[in-house]
C-alpha cells in the first residue's frame, strides 16, 4: 500500500504519538489505517458512528492550571461551541448485515464543526482495529 503523503502530513501536524515508535512512523500507521477504513467504509463494511455523550462537558478535562480550564470552559463549554461525544467504530456482519460495535471511545471534548479532531479519533480507532 502506498502512502498518501498529505494525510500522513495531516497526522503528523494533528496527531500524538509514542516514542517509540516515534511521531512519523505513527503518523503514517495512522495514514494506512484511516485509508483502509475509508476503502471498507466504500464497501459497507465499517462505519464511525458519532454521538453525544451522556456526560455533559463539565470542565473534566484538565490543562493543569485552573485559570486556563476555567479560560476554556467560558469559551467553549457555555457558548454552545464544545460538544462532548463519543465515537463507535462499527463492522457490518456479512451474514445478519447488522452493525456490531468493535470498539468506542467517549469523553471526547471537540468543536462543533471541527473536523480536523474527529479525522485524527477515526484513524486512531481504525489502526487499533486493524492491529487486532
Given at each position: 500500500?502506498?502512502l ?15 516514542i ?20 471498507e467504509q466504500?464497501?459497507s463494511?465499517l ?12 470542565g473534566s ?5 485552573d485559570?486556563?480550564n ?7 463549554g457555555e457558548s ?7 465515537c463507535a ?20 471534548h471537540?468543536?462543533r ?20
Open positions: 500500500m502506498t498518501d503523503r498529505k494525510a500522513w502530513r495531516f497526522f503528523l501536524d494533528h496527531a500524538g504519538y509514542a517509540p515508535p516515534g511521531r512519523v512512523i505513527c503518523a503514517a500507521e495512522l495514514a494506512k489505517a484511516e485509508a483502509r477504513a475509508e476503502r466504500m464497501e463494511r462505519r464511525f458512528y458519532w454521538d453525544y455523550d451522556p456526560e455533559p462537558v463539565d478535562f484538565d490543562f493543569g492550571d485559570h486556563e476555567e479560560k476554556y470552559l467560558a469559551r467553549f454552545g461551541d464544545l460538544d462532548s461525544m463519543t467504530l462499527q463492522t457490518r456482519c456479512d451474514e445478519c448485515k447488522q452493525w456490531d460495535t468493535q470498539d468506542v471511545l467517549g469523553g471526547i471537540i468543536l464543526f471541527e473536523n480536523d479532531y474527529q479525522r485524527v479519533v477515526q484513524a486512531e480507532l481504525a489502526s487499533e482495529y486493524f492491529a487486532k
